[in-house]
């Protein structure tokens, strides 16, 4: 049986063969337009991260972008684009090809910018791009002075040995010119290190690789993750956010890795001192401050400072930066009174934002959905008088809630005011609604007694349904002998006016209640106020090699555009003739100019 054998190049051929292969390699990696295209889509990548916000969570980008965009983004993997794949692999080509042309040109620029001590050749000197010859009378003049002039025009000079036992004068200006070219090399080697260290590859090789996966349940309280799903306090980089209630601690954060989580474990202890927050007239927040404290494992204060919008508090390589803050924590006590029976006491209750409860006798849910602290409007939505630089009037906290009848599934969007409205000497308490899918408003303005609260006017209401029952008449006798009777009685002391003030307001709330859906009211009595801090703490320790490149690129542009190499070289060829040449590696038409004026120095 023949056995046939595949041909195969010669060794000599195949060694020439991978030599021209790895020489192909080699050009490619060291060519500018590979470096420049490179650092262009390095840049544009930047640009993007930069403009679209980085782990956030990705139920903000679906509401900012929808459904379709959203998913093209992430595809592209653009909400993470300083950790991602091909990010990271752009970078790393980067330093490779920036690497290699330092390897293969920084030798001969470190050649060229030693000091020679022979000529090279006569032939070199006749290439320069600038050359005189000066007949110069006899006593005139010596390579030492020659020298002094050059060295008065900012020149080093330096005795060289020529063929024949010739003495040549060489001057230079910026003979350290290639520094630039280094400069701005490793500076961009340094750029791309440190976008590497502050990627943390390690995590990201662990989690490319499944040794890590993120969690996706955003309602697990911090306290219930179980201690192996937490990245340890060394990890050399992370970023990620926590809210602190005002007076608590935290050890932890949460680091968005896709649509989930992990948490991160923190190398000291957070705790949130003090929180502060002014607004200004209209109501937009104008700072929020936040004043905090870390601790060691052990309990010991290590430091102690404030953090607020673009000052963040650093400590130990981390620092914590001040985001965003709410009130979700903060506790609001309601008031309940009974529509059907308002001779009942108000029940009162307390509940924070987010949270459920039945109402009505478990007929009703009532949900509260948000807290607004300042509401700013404009006066004349009140009927009040515009002064001048103060349209505008904080009406307080307002809280909206929503209650659904549990057997129809109709539901109604309330909007309770804590603080009570004042018109034309009346204090009145505001409540708007409307019904679920109908953005019709209806407002119902419920006066408040002499010694405030609504408890007065819900007597006032039980008595007249008690004096209709009996078979009292709609009269104004009847609304007046009811209200002072019902003033006696929950020792209410009104003075005419406000008797008048007060009844009058009631029965414009009256035909109000006339159209209001539901068998009771409630309204926000007090709030307990209690804020929470944003806090987003991150840990770069590639910024200061970052810092470090721009130091570095910013001194090798400077070297490159203005500090030009300028050389010229003086001997004397014969009796009295002076030959000089000289070159310069950037504006040769001003190195002409100076050159004739040299020229014409020395012949002096």
């Not at 010596?142 to 036992?165: C, D, F, K, M, V």
């Not at 919008?309 to 390589?317: S, V």
């Not at 002499?450 to 007065?456: E, R, S, T």
Request: with cysteine; aromatic share 12%; net charge positive.
């Amino acid at each position: 049986m023949a056995i046939e054998h595949s041909p195969s190049l010669p060794e000599p051929l195949a060694r020439r063969h991978w030599s021209a292969s790895a020489r192909l390699i080699w050009q490619a990696l060291v060519s500018m337009r590979l470096a420049v295209h490179l650092l262009l889509f390095v840049a544009i990548a930047s640009i993007i991260g930069t403009i679209l916000a980085q782990q956030v969570s990705y139920h903000q980008y679906v509401a900012q972008f929808g459904p379709f965009w959203y998913r093209v983004f992430s595809d592209l993997d653009l909400y993470d684009v300083y950790r991602c794949g091909w990010y990271i692999g752009l970078v790393a080509f980067l330093v490779l090809s920036t690497a290699s042309c330092i390897t293969r040109n920084t030798p001969s620029m470190l050649r060229d910018m030693a000091l020679p001590k022979r000529l090279s050749s006569q032939k070199f000197l006749a290439s320069r791009a600038e050359q005189a010859e000066i007949s110069v009378a006899s006593g005139s003049g010596s390579l030492a002075q020659w020298g002094g002039i050059l060295r008065e025009r900012g020149y080093r000079t330096h005795t060289l040995a020529g063929p024949n036992g010739q003495r040549i004068i060489l001057a230079q200006k910026g003979r350290f010119y290639r520094l630039g070219y280094i400069f701005t090399h490793f500076a961009i080697i340094m750029f791309c290190a440190g976008a590497l260290y502050n990627a943390n590859l390690p995590l990201k090789i662990r989690e490319w690789f499944g040794a890590i996966s993120p969690l996706s349940n955003f309602a697990l309280p911090l306290a219930t993750i179980p201690q192996k799903d937490w990245l340890p306090a060394n990890d050399s980089a992370f970023r990620g956010i926590i809210s602190i209630p005002v007076g608590q601690s935290v050890n932890a954060m949460f680091e968005l890795i896709g649509d989930g989580f992990l948490v991160q474990r923190l190398p000291f202890t957070v705790h949130l001192d003090h929180f502060t927050i002014t607004h200004y007239r209209n109501g937009i927040a104008k700072s929020f401050i936040s004043r905090i404290s870390l601790y060691n494992a052990h309990g010991k204060l290590l430091h102690t400072g404030i953090a607020y919008p673009n000052h963040p508090l650093t400590y130990d390589g981390v620092s914590i930066y001040q985001t965003s803050y709410n009130d979700s924590r903060s506790v609001l006590q309601f008031q309940s009174h009974s529509l059907l029976d308002p001779e009942l006491p108000a029940n009162t209750f307390g509940v924070r934002v987010g949270q459920k409860l039945r109402a009505g006798s478990g007929n009703y849910e009532l949900a509260v959905e948000k807290l607004k602290i300042n509401n700013t409007i404009p006066r004349k939505d009140l009927g009040l008088a515009e002064r001048p630089g103060h349209s505008m009037i904080n009406v307080g906290p307002i809280v909206r809630y929503q209650v659904t009848d549990r057997k129809t599934g109709e539901s109604w969007i309330y909007k309770s005011y804590l603080r009570p409205l004042e018109r034309h000497g009346e204090h009145f308490l505001l409540l708007a609604y409307h019904q679920q899918g109908n953005g019709i408003e209806h407002y119902l303005a419920i006066p408040e007694g002499a010694q405030g609260g609504i408890g007065l006017f819900v007597h006032y209401l039980g008595a007249l349904e008690n004096a209709a029952a009996q078979g009292a008449n709609a009269s104004s006798t009847v609304f007046r002998q009811t209200l002072r009777q019902v003033a006696e009685a929950q020792n209410v002391q009104l003075t005419p006016q406000e008797r008048s003030n007060f009844l009058r307001a009631s029965l414009i709330a009256l035909r109000g209640l006339h159209d209001y859906p539901l068998p009771f009211l409630v309204t926000l009595h007090h709030l307990h106020l209690q804020w929470s801090a944003g806090l987003e703490m991150t840990k770069y320790p590639g910024m200061q090699i970052v810092y470090g490149a721009c130091f570095l690129l910013v001194g090798g542009i400077f070297i490159l555009f203005y500090v030009p190499r300028k050389r010229l070289w003086i001997r004397l060829t014969a009796a009295h003739q002076l030959r000089v040449s000289g070159d310069s590696s950037r504006n040769p038409e001003d190195f002409h100019q100076e050159f004739l004026e040299i020229t014409e120095e020395l012949q002096s």
